[in-house]
């Protein structure tokens, strides 16, 4: 028996530890059902479209502008809604997960804003979906404290003005198994959404915000209208004005790049614009193409810059769609991370300011980083660019043409080889991330990089796709077969640190996601089927 008050239909099959039920509220609950109700019929129906697509793409068709939005791509009368409180001046935003000493830390960063991720950097254990919110509603109201083992105390710095919250919940492929509506299974996205909407919704308008979010991995601009409704219905529900919540949408799947002014109209009420979601997307262009040959073989994903053509042509495409309709056009995630070796930190930080020098010229608003000791950077590079100016919203991009949409399926002219090496290191990094995921943390640095669930999505991605389209290292001249990614995957185990025994339940996921015959559409699904 559930120690919370649980509405009709509902089921909670998580444990109930300390201060759950300050999240887990009666009305949270109520919210969650509601919704689930009224839009969980429509997510599952979008998923199955999703994987129509995909069939249809394999049997030869190709993406491309949609014909039936035509009208909404044409009509230039219409724009989103002015940007909001906290939204104005975006130039570097941090990201990263929500346990406590991280929201601390993210939050005295200086960024302008943070994304507080329930996604690509978190694990969505039931601890996890629950303490998020929990931490993010100590944090508003200053409450929030830390003590790490080594006893270093973490408090928010004094009367700073803290950079503007933007929680990303989960995709939504993702379910929520742990809370139960009429006996089905929930979905990570509206329990996220509802969770931190009640907790913390009307605490952010108090303080001259409101509640925004980053939303993720969307395929279609019918998935951006189910977000719509929900937020229509969770406004009225907590009784905030329509149009109070705001979101950005990442464009991170290659479907979504051809329907981003069709997103931002669904969404126009509640838009804070786009977002280029570099490494999604890379995955995406991999999974979507998977099976259709030599013409979208990806190199190894290390030589894949975004200056190559088709993330070029996706990225001044996103800036120019925006712009048009009054929407920020926020940069992606450069996953340089600090390094102790000199070197290499040197090279992080020239790699660094070349990838947000080359955004703030190409006109995006502002961008991310993933670690606090490179907010100086991505705020020095924009504020050149910028000024006084809290954005360049005027900087319209007409001269980015999108044509047919035939730049953004432009892999083939991409430079660079599938490697031994390469095939080795995504091979290594896969493992290593899996194993860190079960464990319980989202993102890691590998290698001197950021590593989440979409870095790591690319790499197993790129293993499948290169096993079921009979490519050959270039240096080596190898066949990569099943047997032979096996083979590596013990060598790199053998030289991994621990016992090959800690790897056992990374691998049996690796095996699930990069060597199955059947392409898992995500990492993340089989993973979580792990977990408890
Ligand atoms: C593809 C995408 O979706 S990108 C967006 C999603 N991904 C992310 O948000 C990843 C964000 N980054 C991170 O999580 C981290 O930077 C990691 C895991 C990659 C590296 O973290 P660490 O190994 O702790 O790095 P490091 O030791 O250099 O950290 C130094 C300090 O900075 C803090 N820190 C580092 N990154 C962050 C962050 N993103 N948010 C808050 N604090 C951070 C650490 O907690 C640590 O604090 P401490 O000194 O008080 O212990
Ligand atoms: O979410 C961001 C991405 O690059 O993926
Ligand atoms: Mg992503």
């Not at 028996?1 to 998580?14: N, Q, Y």
């Not at 039920?21 to 969650?32: G, R, S």
């Not at 479907?255 to 981003?260: H, W």
């Not at 991605?461 to 389209?469: H, K, L, R, Y």
Request: proline share 5%; with cysteine.
């Amino acid at each position: 028996m559930s120690p919370l008050a649980l509405p009709d239909g509902v089921e909670i099959t998580g444990p109930i530890e300390d201060r759950y039920e300050e999240i887990l509220t009666p009305q949270a609950l109520e919210l969650i059902a509601k919704l689930h109700r009224e839009l969980n019929g429509r997510r599952l129906e979008r998923l199955e479209a999703r994987a129509k697509r995909v069939k249809e793409i394999a049997d030869g068709a190709d993406l491309g502008f949609l014909e039936e939005t035509k009208s909404v791509r044409e009509d230039d009368s219409w724009q989103v809604a002015p940007l909001a409180p906290g939204l104005e001046d975006r130039r570097v935003e941090m990201t990263g997960p929500t346990d406590r000493k991280m929201v601390i830390n993210a939050l005295n960063s200086g960024a302008k804003a943070w994304l507080a991720d329930q996604e690509d950097a978190n694990t969505p254990l039931w601890g996890n979906v629950v303490l998020g919110p929990l931490n993010l509603r100590d944090a508003l109201d200053r409450t929030i404290d830390f003590t790490s083992p080594e006893g270093k105390a973490y408090t928010l710095k004094p009367d700073e003005e803290l950079p503007t919250i933007i929680v990303r919940p989960r995709g939504w492929h993702l379910p929520e198994k742990h809370i139960k509506v009429d006996g089905e299974e929930t979905s990570g996205s509206l329990v996220d959404f509802a969770l931190y909407l009640v907790a913390c919704g009307q605490k952010q308008i108090d303080k001259g915000r409101g509640p925004y979010f980053y939303l993720a991995k969307m395929e279609s601009h019918l998935e951006a209208r189910i977000w719509n409704d929900a937020f229509k219905i969770g406004q009225d529900f907590v009784g905030i004005p329509q149009g109070t919540i705001r979101a950005t949408c990442l464009i991170e799947t290659l479907p979504a790049a051809f329907e981003m002014e069709e997103i931002l109209y669904e969404l126009r009420d509640h838009s804070s614009g786009l977002n280029a979601g570099r490494w999604d997307y890379l995955f995406s262009v991999i999974k979507t193409y998977r099976t259709r040959g030599a013409d979208y073989i990806v190199p190894d994903r290390n030589t894949v810059t975004m200056t190559v053509p088709f993330m070029r042509a996706y990225t001044e495409l996103l800036v120019r769609t925006c712009h048009k309709r009054g929407a920020s056009a926020i940069g992606g995630m450069a996953a340089f991370i600090p390094s102790k070796d000199e070197a290499v930190n040197t090279a992080a930080y020239e790699k660094l300011t070349a990838d947000k020098t080359r955004e703030a010229g190409d006109g995006f608003d502002g961008s991310w980083v993933a670690h606090p000791a490179m907010v100086e950077t991505c705020k020095e590079v924009f504020t050149k660019v910028l000024g006084d100016n809290p954005n360049q919203i005027d900087k319209k991009r007409e001269d980015v043409q999108a044509g047919d949409g035939s730049q953004l399926l432009d892999v083939k002219s991409t430079p660079g080889e599938v490697t031994a090496a390469g095939l080795r290191s995504n091979i290594d990094v896969a493992l290593q991330y899996l194993k860190s995921w079960l464990e319980g943390r989202g993102a890691v640095g590998i290698h001197n990089l950021m590593e989440d669930a979409a870095t790591a999505e690319i790499s197993r991605s790129q293993i499948w796709q290169q096993i079921n389209n009979q490519v050959k290292t270039a240096d080596t001249d190898e066949l990569i077969s099943k047997d032979l990614v096996l083979k590596i995957v013990d060598e790199v185990v053998a030289e991994l640190p621990g016992d090959a025994s800690d790897y056992d339940a990374a691998k049996a996921t690796f095996l699930e996601v990069a060597v199955a015959d059947e392409y898992a559409d995500f990492l993340t699904l089989p993973a979580y089927a792990r977990m408890p």
